[in-house]
């Protein structure tokens, strides 16, 4: 009388039988480097986060256009009459302030650039394509904002005219103007350079993700 025949086993047991835990990648188990989840936030909510940034960032605009009327050094000018026109030109010719007025405004920015930089990591650690743009143009748009806020605090544009105000003679401020309109893009610079910096230095890490574990297969004898 023969033995009666048992049918193979099939490829669903087989698994089953060498991943009784199941196997990397499945949705009940955490694989070898943490649970399977998703990554981050929506894209919507990137998006929404990296707008507030970028407005935030700008609002910053104002304290450097404050800062930079306050500190920049003035540059001074003189007035005379020749004929029946009014001639301004530079008290001292050899005069370093209108390189000090630049300077101060590329000191200040990158110094910015760096604090805010500080801040949107320190608030978003997580980083991400969408917060890294509104993080250098907000340090753009705040650069432009600060720059036009500092020329309107400062001495008005027509020199002409605050020249037949003093009197011949008499020195007198010139406008606050910004030369070297690079400048601008410190901020900017000095933001990613130091996100990019932090983000690598203490931002997260990945999980490792280790191989699947091979089936064990008993060779009887």
Do not use: C
Not at 119 to 141: C, I, K, S, T, Y
Not at 201 to 209: A, N, V
């Amino acid at each position: 009388m023969s033995a009666p025949l048992t049918p193979p086993p099939s490829p669903h047991d087989q698994a089953a039988a060498a991943y009784p835990h199941g196997k990397a990648g499945d949705a009940a188990y955490p694989g070898h480097g943490g649970w399977h989840e998703k990554d981050g936030p929506g894209m919507k909510t990137e998006m929404r986060e990296a707008a507030v940034t970028a407005v935030a960032v700008a609002l910053g605009g104002v304290l450097l256009g404050v800062l930079w009327w306050w500190l920049a050094p003035r540059v001074p000018l003189v007035g005379d009459v020749v004929g029946d026109n009014w001639v301004v030109f530079l008290k001292d010719s050899e005069g370093e302030q209108g390189i000090g007025v630049d300077g101060t405004f590329t000191l200040l920015s990158l110094a910015f650039g760096a604090v805010s930089a500080l801040v949107v990591f320190l608030v978003r650690r997580r980083g991400g394509v969408p917060l890294v743009v509104a993080l250098a143009a907000g340090g753009l748009l705040g650069s432009v904002l600060a720059w036009r806020l500092g020329v309107w605090l400062g001495p008005a544009q027509d020199v002409v005219a605050q020249a037949r105000s003093a009197g011949k003679g008499v020195t007198f401020d010139a406008p606050l103007r910004l030369s070297a309109k690079g400048a601008l893009l410190a901020w900017p610079f000095a933001a990613l350079v130091v996100h990019l910096g932090l983000t690598g230095l203490f931002g997260p890490r990945d999980p490792e993700q280790l191989p699947p574990l091979e089936p064990y297969v008993s060779h009887g004898a």
